[in-house]
C-alpha cells in the first residue's frame, strides 16, 4: 500500500509539472497577475522559514532558535559567506540553549 501511494504521489507531481510546460503557451496571464507571481513566490519562502523557524512539532520552538535565525538573517543581510552565516546562525542556537534558554 505504501508503495501504491508513493506512485500515485510520484505521478500526480510529474503531471502536475508537466501540465505547466504543456500549458504555457495556451495559458495568458495578466500583466497585474505577471507583476504578482514573483512577489507570491517570495512570501511563500518567507512563510516557510518563519514556520520552520518558530515551530518544532505542534509547537513554539523556544527563544533559541528564532534568535540564531536572526543571527543568520543578520550577516546574510550584511552579505557575510554563506558559511559564516549558517555556522554563525547554529552557534548562536547552541550557545543560548547551554546557557538554558528554551
Keep these: 500500500?505504501?508503495?501504491a501511494a508513493v506512485v500515485a504521489?510520484?505521478?500526480g507531481t510529474y503531471a502536475m509539472r508537466l501540465s505547466g510546460v504543456l500549458?504555457?503557451?495556451r495559458l495568458e496571464l495578466s500583466p497585474a497577475l505577471?507583476?504578482?507571481?514573483p512577489?507570491?513566490?517570495?512570501?511563500l519562502l518567507a512563510a516557510l522559514?518563519?514556520?520552520a523557524a518558530l515551530t518544532a512539532g505542534a509547537g513554539f520552538a523556544g527563544v533559541a532558535r528564532p534568535a540564531g535565525v536572526a543571527v543568520g538573517a543578520l550577516l546574510a543581510w550584511r552579505r557575510a559567506p554563506?558559511?559564516?552565516v549558517v555556522v554563525a546562525a547554529a552557534a548562536a542556537t547552541?550557545?543560548?540553549?547551554l546557557a538554558g534558554v528554551p
Design 49 to 51: 522559514a518563519g514556520t
Design 1 to 3: 500500500m505504501l508503495i
Design 34 to 37: 505577471r507583476r504578482l507571481l
Design 9 to 11: 504521489l510520484a505521478v
Design 23 to 25: 500549458l504555457r503557451d
Design 39 to 43: 512577489m507570491a513566490a517570495a512570501a
Design 94 to 97: 547552541a550557545v543560548l540553549r
Design 82 to 84: 554563506f558559511v559564516l
